[in-house]
């Protein structure tokens, strides 16, 4: 009988797991498809006990099934994340998860604590400014908004950590998700900043800390139960489901940089040492001593699949068989992908989408390809600032969004740069089983054998100097909407026309 390890990842748009074998062989994998709610502009959020849970039982149920009698050795969730799950001492959720720099609500919190404490104070000791990507200024904002429900919250959970307790009955988070929840971790010290969770959270318990791949718990005979997995399995701490998909393709050396094609687009950056970027976050990696710089878009699969909808739903195959027969530059359509606000490089909770130079010969391919140059001219930026603290090295294309070649090729030409598409994509799932693996002893820490190169995706030097054209009419247009833009998110605010019609 062989063994398995189970690596589960729940996403913005859908939980994945898989099963691999100690080589990362896979051996099954599933996926549910599930949705956020926006029920405010401004607010994301999901449904830890129906969506988290409900998806993690019913995949886990389904790859025993589906394992062949091997036997399940270990497992490791990540998620999408920092999330703020309010839970009683119970770990009952008393309202749906705030999520990650999606969710912009704590505006004014965020300007608050960064009075409090000092926002050159806040980065010294935390390793990021204050943003909606903060897991604090949300505690704050639940404490002021929603007094009843704070009352009742004795421990607070991000999605990982909510799916280990519900296997483990253990309340732990991993270091690197703490290291998003600014301002309440220390960076140097490895541990909560303690005076400043008790100046943002009084009377809530903290979790123990672990690294990502640390044992944490055993699968207890109530989560058996429900999900099939053998009475005491080792479970690991898991972590954020970006980190988890870096750990996926191999980006752990200094100089490596993932590129994460998903429902938004995020970077993780591996350091030499610590350093501070004004417009990045500086978090822990997954692995202890290791330190990473990151950046995150606010849509970027999220943004394709509006276009498709409001083009009449038409396949994912013939859009991008249009837009491929778009040339260069969408014939002057210029697009700034801030649909949900945006947060790297210029954390606007109301920046909106733009869509400029339209022309009645424009159809929905040119929409297309302008979404996919928006989101390539975004990630330039990016990448700008992170050149400027660790030179680039390897860049490594991770994700679902990866499967369009036509998107990688279009950043490639926008950038530059080579990017690394590994053989395996399944991303964080995949990840999450290696750190299974090498959480037991069953696989070697370097991983060897479960990263290899599917293909190298080089710029066309020709296209590359139509987007070098381009790009300064993008980095223009941000600066010279902002007044309307803001104007306009005022009047959705109030109007309540913000709010998501497919929102659950």
């Known amino acids: 009988m062989s063994d398995v390890f189970l690596g589960i990842d729940i996403g913005t748009g859908s939980t994945k797991a898989v099963l691999t074998t100690a080589a990362g062989e ?70 749906p998860a705030m999520l990650y720099g999606i969710d912009m609500r704590a505006g ?3 300007a608050e604590l960064t009075r409090l404490f000092g926002e050159d104070e806040i980065v010294a000791r935390g390793g990021s400014a204050l943003s909606t990507q903060a897991v604090g200024p949300k505690l704050a904002w639940l404490r002021r908004r929603e007094p009843a429900v ?4 004795r421990r607070w959970y991000s999605s990982s950590s909510f799916i280990v307790a519900r296997l483990t009955g253990e309340y732990v988070l991993d270091h690197h998700t703490a290291s998003q929840c600014d301002p309440l971790y220390d960076m140097t010290s490895e541990d909560w900043a303690w005076d400043w969770v008790e100046q943002v959270c009084p009377g809530i318990e903290m979790p123990r800390l672990a690294w990502a791949g640390d044992v944490v718990g055993e699968v207890t005979p109530e989560a058996s139960a429900v999900t099939g997995l053998p009475i005491g399995t080792p479970v690991t701490a898991g972590t954020v489901d970006a980190w988890a998909e870096a750990f ?46 990151a950046a995150g878009m606010s849509t970027s699969g999220t943004l394709t699949e509006w276009v498709r909808e409001i083009t009449g739903n038409p396949s994912f195959e013939d859009l991008v068989t249009e837009a491929a027969a778009v040339p260069a530059g969408s014939d002057g359509l210029v697009m700034l992908p801030y649909f949900a606000g945006e947060r790297t490089p210029i954390f606007d909770p109301r920046a909106r989408g733009t869509i400029t130079g339209l022309t009645l010969r424009h159809r929905r391919g040119h929409l297309f390809r302008a979404a996919y140059e928006g989101i390539a001219f975004g990630i330039r930026q990016i990448l700008a600032h992170l050149s400027v603290s660790e030179p680039i090295e390897r860049l490594v294309a991770i994700g679902g969004g990866t499967q369009s070649s036509l998107w990688l090729q279009i950043v490639s030409d926008v950038t530059g740069r080579d990017q ?76 309540g026309s913000a709010v998501d019609p497919r929102a659950t």
């Open 26 to 95: 896979v051996v099954a994998a599933a996926s549910a498809a599930h949705a956020m709610s926006l029920p405010r502009p401004g607010w994301a959020e999901m449904d830890a006990e129906g969506v988290w849970w409900t998806d993690v039982v019913r995949l886990c149920r389904e790859l025993v099934d589906r394992s062949n009698g091997a036997r399940i050795k270990a497992v490791t969730c990540s998620g999408l994340g920092p999330c703020m799950l309010a839970c009683d001492a119970d770990a009952q959720p008393l309202r």
């Open 108 to 110: 004014e919190e965020i």
């Open 150 to 153: 704070w009352q009742r919250t």
């Open 248 to 293: 996926s393709g191999g980006v752990r050396r200094p100089g490596d940089l993932m590129l994460m094609y998903g429902s938004t687009m995020f970077f993780v950056q591996v350091l030499r040492e610590y350093r501070t970027h004004p417009k990045l976050w500086t978090t822990k990696g997954v692995e202890p001593g290791t330190t990473t710089l």
């Open 420 to 495: 690394v598409v590994p053989a395996q994509t399944m991303g964080a799932s995949y990840g999450d089983a290696l750190l299974a693996a090498i959480a037991v002893g069953a696989a070697d820490r370097t991983g060897a054998g479960w990263f290899a190169t599917a293909e190298i995706v080089r710029p066309d030097e020709r296209r590359r100097s139509i987007y070098d054209e381009i790009f300064p009419v993008y980095t223009q247009l941000y600066p010279a909407a902002l007044n309307t833009m803001h104007t306009l998110a005022a009047f959705q605010e109030r109007e």
